[in-house]
């Protein structure tokens, strides 16, 4: 499977580059057992507007994205027109990181439960970078997102990962 590499970014407010840029997250998340990272590329099936977006999924059988399993985090590098548009994402330089992080984790991290967010989504500045804040469109379901992480959230985000991969990993059903 080939893995499309992000070229290193820059943070569009400070214009210094960010501590964990999308390869180092792609490699750090790739290297957790049983880890398949896709990203989407013209050619390989994926619906265009998916294009240069990097799905993680937990994978051992190696299935990859036909399987059809919920990915445990993603790097988003652009605005979906008409759902997701909220981090502007279309900036030179700026990606998401997305992560599914369960309830228990996500109130502990924003400070209200995942079902309350509807009440709270319009006092969140969804473009602010290097801060975990919720997910503009999925806090619902208890994910977090982190636009261009930095030295204030690096070794947070890396614990993110690998708590999401094992709960990845709990969750994990063999088909067949």
Sequence with gaps: MEITRHDPTTDARS???PVFAPE?????TSGL???TAFTAAEGDGSPEIAWGDTFFLYDPEGEGMGAQRMPFATIVVKDYDGFDTA?????PGVFRLNISVGRTAFE????YPPAAHADQAAEIDYTVTDRIIPHPVYAPQSWVAVVNPGPTTRERVRDLLTDAHARAVRRHRPRG
Excluded: K, T, Y
């Excluded at 180092?24 to 750090?28: G, H, P, T």
């Excluded at 502990?108 to 400070?111: A, F, I, K």
């Design 15 to 17: 214009g210094e580059e």
């Design 24 to 28: 180092e997250i792609i490699a750090f």
């Design 33 to 35: 057992p049983g880890v």
């Design 87 to 91: 981090s502007e994402l279309n900036r």
């Design 108 to 111: 502990e991290l924003v400070g």
